[in-house]
């Protein structure tokens, strides 16, 4: 391996090499008050600035955080972040490295940003010298496919390198900086680049060997859509993404550390609480488990390596019980770390669903005048029928700046659409769980952010034609509500105002919810058997005959009454009522108007949820 140069001011260092190393950086920045981005895998805790007070607090963080008690004299004998996690159980790797199950599809796109005057040569022959070392840069010419030269103003250039999934990770885009750094350099002043003992170039085959695992588990499908088949050669893939502001980052962040978790595992609870409220838990005895790329580099030379030194985990948690979030969170923290400790954790094949939180690399070298800096890398999609990642991002001095959430899919197994709900669903589970961790896992809504109309909306343009009822789709469905709608508006029924339904049938009751949801008003289900609140005062009664007793409970509003007769017109006794039952009729196509039996009743409830209006 090159040399590598020095980096400039705090960021010199190798970054952590496996998951209980980063989070013991963390717990290290944590402890000295400074950016994460300021401490490596090497740095030393004393040197950086702590003292007694700050030891102090380390220690207490990582017994609430790794459930581990190193003692008080730790830092004496491991004082960098990758000495301290071998102490508190960092196990050694057994499976890692190249062309394994999991690595991803597609390129990993690395930049670079290369600031300064540039000597285009001495970076050309700087490319050459490491492709000649790595087999993934081997045809990395500037001009040639994948590789990307762009001149942003004179003295400022991004060189683009799009590299095979399976020959590099997102923890090689440092090491590469480096490289680069020292390559060029050393052809800048018309020399050639040192290299250390070829003895190194070997360690990948001694560590990983040829054999791939056998009879590995798979991650938990997709619930709810298609799913569990292994991507093949010519499978296509879709992304979606959604940003997430730096005001829920940084109460994602202090809700982890409060919890004595990590953002990685609140992100897992979220998406095992949300897989086991569609259904994913119910075939798996209560377990849900999810595909998790984590690095492998837990020696200081392959820290430092260019190359795929990683593993993908399958991390299984039992989510049975009314477990609330924050139970399920202390679950899922036990499960990761005891197999973030185990070298031989068991890995996941391709297929089913995939999670990531990536912190992107920080950290940049000087060479022969000028600057080279990873910039926003863009990772490989992984062998998953859909994948969560999270980059987390973060303010020069240390702030979370927000969250960059991408949610890719394989098309045969995963509608676009399917993902960007469950993208959307993610995300309100986790704010959910922010604001009320003691809430049950089942009895979370997560719907995302948007009303009822404007998701019903979005779904009949996708599936116009799809059966929304027994007789009816989405389009008929559609269709039915909006003319409702006219129906209610034209009575008053708007935003501050509510609509009280008491309607026997599930397929009209959903009708009504719609028309309802479309005109902004509440809708207020009651039961016609019970007295009403005597302060209530819709704007709108929407009844059908079981419910005829209402007709005088609420003086001053409108009566929509659905009836066997489409003829009849307005109720004996109530000049203002109308009888909708043509237009219930329309509502629901090849199914006439009929009167309500036993099997209908109680049934309305399952298909949409409201809330009472609490207004007087």
């Known amino acids: 391996m090159y040399a590598v140069p020095a980096a400039i001011g ?71 972040p990758a000495a301290f996690a071998a102490l508190v159980g960092d196990g050694p790797v057994a499976v890692a490295g190249p062309l ?18 540039l000597n285009r040569r001495a970076l050309e022959e700087a490319l050459a010298d490491l492709g000649g070392r790595h087999e993934a840069l081997r045809n990395s010419r500037i001009g040639s496919a994948g590789t990307r030269l762009r001149t942003l103003s004179a003295d400022d250039h991004l060189l683009d390198l799009a590299l095979p999934a399976t020959a590099v990770d997102l923890w090689s885009h440092l090491p590469l900086a480096a490289e680069l750094a020292r390559a060029y350099a050393a052809r800048a002043t018309g020399t050639a680049p040192h290299r250390s003992p070829a003895a190194l170039d070997a360690a990948p085959r001694a560590l990983f060997g040829d054999t791939a695992p056998t009879a590995l588990p798979g991650a938990t499908g997709v619930p709810g859509v298609p799913g569990g088949v292994t991507p093949s050669a010519h499978a296509s893939y ?77 991390l299984s948690v039992n989510t049975s019980g009314e477990v609330t979030f924050g139970e399920l969170l202390r679950r899922v923290r036990t499960a990761d770390l005891a197999a973030y400790r185990d070298g031989a954790s068991e890995l996941a094949v391709p297929g089913g669903v995939a999670l990531a939180v990536l912190q992107e690399p920080e950290g940049q070298f000087e060479a022969a005048g000028l600057t080279v800096r990873p910039e926003h890398s863009r990772l490989p999609l992984p062998d998953a029928d859909l994948g969560i990642t999270l980059t987390e991002r973060q303010t020069p001095a240390g702030g979370w700046a927000g969250i960059r959430l991408r949610a890719s899919f394989r098309y045969e197994a995963v509608e676009e659409a399917a993902a960007a709900r469950l993208a959307e669903q993610f995300v309100a589970v986790l704010e959910e769980a922010l604001d009320d961790p003691a809430l049950t896992v089942g009895g979370r809504c997560a719907l995302p952010a948007g009303d009822v109309a404007a998701l019903f909306a979005a779904q009949v343009a996708r599936t116009p034609r799809a059966p929304a009822l027994p ?28 609509v009280v339904t008491a309607l026997s049938s599930p397929a009209a009751f959903a009708v009504a919810a719609l028309a309802v949801a479309r ?18 005062r819709p704007a709108v009664l929407l009844l059908d005959g079981t419910a005829d007793r209402l007709l005088a409970a609420v003086p001053g509003a409108a009566r929509l009454v659905r009836d066997d007769d489409p003829a009849a017109g307005p109720v004996q006794g ?43």
């Open 10 to 80: 705090a960021d010199a260092g190798s970054q952590p090499g496996t998951p209980l190393q980063e989070i013991v950086r963390d717990l290290f920045a944590e402890a000295l008050d400074v950016p994460r981005s300021r401490v490596h895998a090497d740095s030393d805790f004393f040197r950086a600035g702590g003292d007694a007070p700050a030891a102090a607090r380390l220690l207490s963080r990582v017994r609430a955080t790794l459930g581990a008690d190193p003692g008080g004299r730790a830092l004496d004998g491991a004082p960098t």
């Open 471 to 498: 007789g009816m789709t989405y389009g008929e469905l559609d269709a039915g509500a909006g003319l409702l709608a006219q129906a209610l508006t034209g009575h008053r029924a708007g935003p501050g105002t509510s």
């Open 238 to 314: 879709g992304t979606v993404d959604i940003d997430l502001d730096e005001q829920l980052h940084t109460r994602l962040a202090v809700f982890a550390a409060a919890h004595g978790a990590t953002v990685f595992m609140v992100a897992h609870t979220a998406l095992a609480a949300l897989l086991t409220r569609r259904g994913a838990a119910g075939a798996t005895g209560g377990r849900v488990t999810v595909a998790a790329r984590v690095p492998a580099r837990d020696s200081a030379e392959v820290r430092g390596a260019v190359g795929p030194y990683g593993r993908t985990l399958a």
């Open 574 to 616: 109530y000049p203002d009522t109308d009888t909708a039952l043509g237009l219930f009729d329309t509502l629901l196509p090849g199914a006439r108007t009929r009167r309500p039996d036993a099997s209908d009743a109680g049934s309305a409830s399952g298909h949409i949820s409201v809330r009472p209006d609490p207004s007087p």
């Open 100 to 117: 394994r199950a999991g690595t991803g599809t597609g390129s990993a796109v690395l930049p670079l940003r290369l600031r300064g005057p």
């Open 519 to 536: 005109t902004g008003a509440t809708l207020l289900p009651v039961d016609p058997s019970q007295e009403l609140p005597g302060q209530l």
